[in-house]
């Protein structure tokens, strides 16, 4: 089993939609959690922190899910600006060295 | 806004030859990251350094060396470059404690 894992996809939607996606991770003892966007040929970027009371930055909420040990990435209203993959990433403690980074979930967003 | 530099974009290299990839950061960073991206496989940290000269093996380090003399440059080396190490290799870097890191913008290296 991976230690982190996500769903491939493509998701294709259409521009508007709500789109999720959903992140599992094998350590239980993992510290901190990450989603990164990485658009076509370029680097990974921070797109946020995720924290245990969840959080939101404009059309994105990220959860976690402790108990069952997934975090998620929900976007809300999508533009088209938002086609991209999205990596999943977990550290299993804060400032450690050893981050895990899922994958990615490649989205499409269509007009 | 922290940059990260790598030297090249794209580099083309023969089986057996000796690779430096160079990476340099302007934020005196303490800590630097080599990765390598493979499609389905996701990153994979290939080195770590957290001050000068010290640098820690990753998940995939066999066939790689680096070597951190300054803060602010970490070098990833391919010993003897094989056709299995065509792949993008990233480097990071990131503050001490830090909850992100910042990337530079990759190289592509195909080996032949």
């Known amino acids: 089993r991976k230690e982190v894992e996500q769903d491939p996809g493509p998701f294709n939607v259409p521009e508007g939609a709500t789109v999720a996606f959903n992140c599992t991770y094998s350590?239980?003892?993992?510290?901190?959690f990450f989603w990164y966007r990485q658009d076509c040929r370029k680097e990974p970027k921070l797109l946020m922190s995720?924290?245990?009371s969840g959080n939101e930055d404009g059309r994105f909420t990220a959860q976690l899910n402790r108990a069952s040990q997934y975090i998620s990435l929900l976007i809300r209203d999508s533009k088209l600006s938002d086609s991209a993959t999205y990596l999943c990433?977990?550290?299993?403690?804060?400032?450690?060295?050893?981050?895990?980074f899922g994958a990615g979930t490649r989205l499409f967003v269509k007009a | 806004d922290v940059k990260v530099t790598q030297s090249s974009r794209y580099l083309v290299k023969r089986t057996g030859e000796k690779v430096f990839l160079e990476c340099v950061q302007d934020?005196?960073?303490?800590?630097m990251f080599w990765y390598r991206q493979d499609p389905g496989l996701g990153l994979r940290l290939i080195y770590f350094?957290?001050?000068?000269?010290?640098?820690e093996k990753g998940d995939i380090p066999e066939g790689y060396s680096v070597s951190r003399e300054k803060k602010e440059r970490f070098s990833l080396i391919l010993e003897s470059a094989s056709t299995n190490q065509t792949s993008m290799y990233l480097c990071?870097?990131?503050?001490?404690?830090?909850?992100?890191?910042?990337f530079g913008s990759g190289t592509r290296l195909t080996v032949v």
């Open positions: 350094s957290y001050d000068v000269k010290m640098k």
């Open positions: 990071a870097s990131s503050l001490l404690g830090a909850k992100g890191y910042t």
């Open positions: 350590n239980s003892a993992s510290q901190s």
């Open positions: 990433v977990v550290n299993p403690r804060t400032g450690g060295f050893k981050t895990i």
């Open positions: 934020m005196d960073h303490e800590n």
């Open positions: 995720v924290y245990s």
